[in-house]
């Protein structure tokens, strides 16, 4: 059981966009705008997308987008496209939580149709 | 450019121990903290510790809390994690993570390539 909960997989076609949600507690997510996005790709090392909510580091498409509303926060992948195919992490700094200082959430595997 | 080269996982059986390092290049090691981040095999992302650019504080996931100890060098640019008293359930590749500013704030903007840990007999 992760600490943050997030839909086991979700689908789009290229072109369409689509939306991860990632679900805390007011200890975590509600409590704090430290949350990031990961992109995995298989065998590959996560690679931040999102950080402090909404943010993008340098060199990250303007594809991504990232927004909060109280526990939940959510990423945005707009125009899809196929090398947008990966697993996604939510993170969120939790302070001195049950289950540690940072916590991630379980994963979504996006899958472009 | 930003480098983190782990190294230091493998084979080892349940009760033992395994020192992981994370030799890092590319940025001022000591203006930022660092962190240890876990995938068991077909599993999602682990939080495992962290620790302050000045190493004067350090963070534990409670799954590995008295038994696992990182640590830095910040003369040689390396980062370690101490693992001790094993269990199968530790069994994973172990990433190091660079994370965006002196302190833990769940910003892993550098990710290493990882290092395996194999916790059987």
């Given at each position: 059981q992760s600490a943050l909960t997030q839909p086991a997989s979700v689908s789009g076609s290229p072109g369409q966009s689509i939306t991860i949600s990632c679900t805390g507690t007011s200890s975590d997510v509600g409590s704090y705008n430290l949350v990031s996005w990961?992109?995995?790709?298989p065998g590959k090392a996560p690679k931040l997308m999102i950080y402090e909510v909404s943010k993008r580091p340098s060199g990250v498409s303007n594809r991504f987008s990232g927004s909060k509303s109280g526990n939940t926060?959510?990423?945005?992948?707009?125009?899809l496209?196929?090398?947008d195919?990966?697993?996604?992490?939510?993170?969120?700094y939790a302070g001195s939580s049950t289950f540690g200082n940072v916590v991630f959430g379980g994963g979504t595997k996006l899958t472009v149709l | 450019e930003v480098q983190l080269v782990e190294s230091g996982g493998g084979l080892v059986q349940p009760g033992g121990s395994l020192r992981l390092s994370c030799a890092a290049s590319g940025f001022t090691f000591s203006s930022y903290a660092m962190s240890w981040?876990?995938?068991?095999?077909g599993k999602g992302l682990e939080w495992v510790s962290a620790i302050s650019g000045s190493g004067g504080s350090t963070y534990y996931a409670d799954s590995v809390k008295g038994r696992f100890t990182i640590s830095r060098d910040n003369s040689k640019?390396?980062?370690y994690l101490q693992m001790n008293s094993l269990r199968a359930e530790d069994t994973a590749v172990y990433y190091?993570?660079?994370?965006g500013n002196v302190v833990v704030a769940a910003t892993a903007d550098y990710w290493g390539q990882g290092t395996l840990v194999t916790v059987s007999s």
């Open positions: 990961y992109q995995q790709h926060a959510s990423l945005t992948i707009s125009g496209q196929a090398e195919e990966a697993d996604y992490y939510c993170c969120s | 981040v876990r995938q068991a095999p640019n390396t980062l190091c993570a660079k994370e």
